[in-house]
């Protein structure tokens, strides 16, 4: 018996709520696959745990929301040879309907981000205890719960992954705009060692002639940031001011914003020389 | 003869999976680990390593009134060998 386990660290310190899962899937009978939920504090790397989990270290069923996936045909562990190695292949399927008691826990467990911990055990049914135990990864793997949304909300959605939209934006046809004789470039990259972090860069061509007052410019990138599933997602705005004065660089950050920029008129634009 | 009700109850559940949307809301994080000494890191370096890949689906049925699911898939490759 193979025990998938996935230790969700709830990285949102001041409501912590950790998910710790088991997902059990037989050698043989695939009909065999089980999702057990345990009690946060249970030790996924202990060697000396019974397969039966004993008094406490499950949570309560009335608390439990994992549960195995409904299909249950395809989850069966073989054998493969791969690179002239035989290897163990499994797959398991860890599902959280969305249902009316689960949404209950929506606000703690959902739409929040978590460090995953996966591992694996293999219990041997004659042994009592499991002789073979793995925590494979810890601080490495960053997991997200969305709240699941249905199929009408998910086709209206503006834009529920900023961070591959805004990568795609590099190579879309969004990153180049001009208006009279100004032109905005922006270049969005991932950082290779910060998967989680984006990295906004701007350009400008303008003649500072044509701007009438202040000798600042704005630029920035509006978005509706991907853990916002609502109806009426807030845009949140990445900028940076130049300010010609001091010859110095603020970026900002705003957050909820309201206002539409995109629909706005540009002509309008205060400061700006017709 | 019931041919024809099962052949309307296939087709309406092939259609029902069909609809269905998957949104993958989580890039897959894979991970190695030393399948042999589990917890002593770097005492395996020769030998071929275990993996363990966790992926992450949002399931949107096109029934508004159908329960959504998240899905966490985890795939796991384990030497033969290193299993007692």
């Known amino acids: 018996m193979y025990r998938h386990t996935l230790r969700l660290?709830?990285?949102?310190?001041?409501?912590?709520d950790d998910l710790v899962l088991g997902c059990e899937v037989?050698?043989?009978?695939?009909?065999?696959?089980?999702?057990?939920?345990?009690?946060?504090?249970?030790?996924?790397?202990?060697?000396?745990?019974?397969y039966k989990p004993q008094g406490g270290e499950l949570i309560k069923a009335e608390d439990k929301i994992a549960a195995a996936d409904a299909d249950k045909k395809v989850f069966k562990a073989k054998q493969a040879k791969i690179n002239g190695v035989d290897f163990v292949e499994t797959q398991c399927v860890i599902a959280i309907k969305f249902d009316e008691r689960v949404k209950k826990?929506?606000?703690?467990?959902?739409?929040?981000?978590?460090?995953?911990?996966?591992?694996l055990q293999y219990f041997d049914k004659k042994a009592t205890k499991a002789p073979y135990s793995v925590c494979a990864a810890k601080q490495q793997t960053e997991a997200f719960l969305p709240v699941p949304v249905f199929k009408d909300e998910f086709l209206y959605k503006p834009s529920a992954k900023f961070f591959e939209h805004g990568y795609n934006m590099r190579e879309s046809e969004l990153n180049e705009v001009s208006y009279r004789d100004i032109s905005w470039e922006w270049?969005?990259?991932?950082?290779?060692?910060?998967p989680d972090q984006l990295r906004v860069t701007f350009f400008s061509t303008f003649d500072k002639k044509s701007i009438a007052t202040k000798q600042k410019v704005e630029q920035f990138i509006e978005f509706h940031p991907?853990?916002?599933?609502?109806?009426?997602?807030?845009?949140?705005?990445?900028?940076?001011?130049?300010?010609?004065?001091?010859?110095?660089?603020?970026?900002?950050?705003?957050?909820?914003?309201?206002?539409?920029?995109?629909?706005?008129?540009?002509?309008?634009?205060?400061?700006?020389k017709t | 003869m019931k041919a024809p009700k099962y052949a309307d109850a296939i087709s309406s559940e092939v259609q029902k999976h069909a609809e269905v949307v998957y949104d993958r809301f989580?890039?897959?994080?894979?991970?190695?680990?030393?399948?042999?000494?589990?917890?002593?890191?770097?005492?395996?370096?020769?030998?071929?390593?275990?993996?363990?890949?966790?992926?992450?689906?949002?399931?949107?049925?096109?029934?508004?009134?159908?329960?959504?699911?998240?899905?966490l898939t985890i795939k796991t490759k384990i030497p033969a060998e290193s299993l007692p």
């Open chain 1, 9 to 16: 660290k709830n990285q949102e310190v001041w409501d912590q």
């Open chain 1, 226 to 272: 991907s853990f916002d599933r609502s109806k009426t997602p807030k845009r949140e705005v990445i900028g940076c001011e130049y300010d010609d004065a001091t010859k110095t660089f603020t970026p900002f950050y705003k957050k909820d914003v309201a206002s539409d920029f995109k629909s706005a008129d540009l002509a309008t634009v205060t400061g700006y």
């Open chain 1, 187 to 194: 270049k969005v990259t991932k950082e290779t060692n910060k």
């Open chain 1, 26 to 50: 037989d050698a043989k009978n695939p009909s065999r696959v089980d999702v057990k939920q345990f009690d946060k504090k249970y030790d996924l790397q202990a060697v000396d745990k019974t």
């Open chain 2, 26 to 71: 989580m890039d897959s994080g894979f991970v190695e680990f030393d399948a042999f000494e589990p917890f002593k890191a770097g005492s395996g370096a020769n030998k071929p390593k275990g993996q363990i890949e966790l992926l992450g689906e949002n399931i949107i049925n096109p029934d508004p009134k159908a329960t959504p699911i998240v899905r």
């Open chain 1, 105 to 119: 826990f929506a606000d703690k467990i959902f739409d929040k981000f978590y460090v995953a911990e996966l591992g």
